[in-house]
T-cell receptor
């Protein structure tokens, strides 16, 4: 079973920030939080990952709560091309590289 | 870089036939993963290899499924005999162990078993 819980769907207006939440209350100390997205019919695409500090890259920002039990992926200025299913995954940093994908959040960016 | 290459992109076969899916990982990557995606079960890890050695095949559904990685640049997933419930999109992904946190996914093979 997936170790994460995400809302099944969200809408966001184009140009606005999209904030996608994820609960991972059973996360272990050696597990990272990863975010991937899957645009219709394509293979999943890596977005960002983090351990306990907030992270930012050219695609998104990742905010992890201090207790690490939840996180939020932020797409600062959503575009129509960001419409996709977003998956939050927790996995160890070493040993096994086994991802368990949940059902994800289907984000629809509206014009 | 061409990315992860999978072939064929689409496969339609009849129940009972053997099906072989192929994957070429990104050059220099030493870990390879096979996933299956269906509407009912979502995206599932079937098996993964590190340095061409199968590490975890607990996701392989039945003995009808087998996977090999004869060298660092090629892997196959075989289903024999195929059944209609095997219809799915099969993804291959690769990464460079201990150097990258990112799995790079291929475009997938859409398998239809009639």
């Amino acid at each position: 079973d997936a170790k994460t819980t995400q809302p099944p769907s969200m809408d966001c207006a184009e140009g606005r920030a999209a904030n996608l939440p994820c609960n991972h209350s059973t996360i272990s100390g050696n597990e990272y939080v990863y975010w991937y997205r899957q645009i219709h019919s394509q293979g999943p695409q890596y977005i960002i990952h983090g351990l306990k500090n907030n992270e930012t890259n050219e695609m998104a920002s990742l905010i992890i709560t201090e207790d690490r039990k939840s996180s939020t992926l932020i797409l600062p200025h959503a575009t129509l091309r960001d419409t996709a299913v977003y998956y939050c995954i927790v996995a160890p940093t070493s040993g096994t590289y086994k991802y368990i994908f949940g059902t994800g959040t289907r984000l629809k960016v509206l014009a | 870089d061409a990315g992860v290459i999978q072939s064929p992109r689409h496969e339609v076969t009849e129940m009972g036939q053997e099906v072989t899916l192929r994957c070429k990982p990104i050059s220099g990557h030493n870990s390879l993963f096979w996933y299956r995606q269906t509407m009912m079960r979502g995206l599932e890890l079937l098996i993964y290899f590190n340095n061409n050695v199968p590490i975890d095949d607990s996701g392989m559904p039945e003995d009808r499924f087998s996977a090999k990685m004869p060298n660092a640049s090629f892997s196959t997933l075989k289903i024999q005999p195929s059944e209609p419930r095997d219809s799915a999109v099969y993804f291959c992904a690769s990464t460079r162990l201990a150097e990258s946190y990112e799995q790079y996914f291929g475009p997938g093979t859409r398998l239809t078993v009639t």
